[in-house]
């Protein structure tokens, strides 16, 4: 007979995880873990991480979902393993290998690989990807053995780094540092740099180190997470303004802050800027986003007055210390 399931009790928890997630585990798989972990009430991530990569994975809790959509549209940062010479049917090591050429690659071609691929390029997405076609994700097809087309789309390769693996005993690979925009498939690169090379290739490993300002530095895994009480995990939050980090800072006084909060402008001597992190002052808390234009401070998105206690209520997070941003008082 089956031992009845524990029922957990949620509760509203408000920050930001820094999730270093491992191998074989969707980003929503890995959420639902964290959210149980967290006995959270609402949460949400910040980008899909495919199953076969790790790293990296900012988790929104709470009051910093609605700001989530900065970090999807935020610059990321991967390692990557690129063997040379062997294309699969899915540009990684889990697709079945469709076809072998000899490797002649020398560093020079590495080099000249490298700036072509940095910058605006090109890029078709894979088959193997959750983009949608007629309502279907192009997986689905893929799996059917279906092939659609697909159009080319721009995306930015802010930063390139590509080095030839030095171990003689293993196939000949490229070891691949890549910043890149939003949108980017890093596999569909590494395919295109194998191509570039003449010899074709595909990825053996791939890790996420970085997305926006947040690395790995400061993630913790699932593992850990389990392993820890519930204070300690709590302690690994992130306040929800670290999601802000590159807005400026304004504080607003009294009846100013309450009718911000309520969707009000509020006028005074703050120079135009297109993000700005508003925060109430007695006590100090974030009231939401806004932008700044002749004079005005237009509100974006607003937490509710519940949300904003519960964050008051709640212990001090992990990094509830300021951010180092200049600040604007009104």
Known sequence: MNAPRTRVQRRPVHGVLLLDKPLGLSSNDALQKAKWLLRAEKAGHTGTLDPLAS????LCF???TKFSQLQLDAAKTYRATLRLGVRTATGDAEG???????????????AAAQARFTGPILQVPPMHSA?????RALYEYAREGIEVEREARPVEIHALDLALAQDPSAPPAIEMIVTCSKGT???TLG???GEALGCGGHLTALRRVATGHFGLERAVTLGALEAMDEAARMACLLPVESLLADHAHVTLHGDDAARFLSGVRRRGAWPDAPRIAVFGDRPRALLGTARAQAGELIPGRLLSPIEIQQILESPPTAAAAAHGIEEATA
Not at 55 to 58: M, N, R, S, T, Y
Not at 96 to 110: G, L, Q
């Open 55 to 58: 790293g990296v994975l900012p």
């Open 131 to 135: 983009l949608k076609r007629d309502g």
């Open 191 to 193: 395919e295109d740099i």
């Open 96 to 110: 079945a290998v469709i076809e072998e050429r000899p490797v002649a690659v020398d560093a020079p071609a590495v």
């Open 185 to 187: 498939y890093i596999r």
């Open 62 to 64: 709470g009051a910093a």
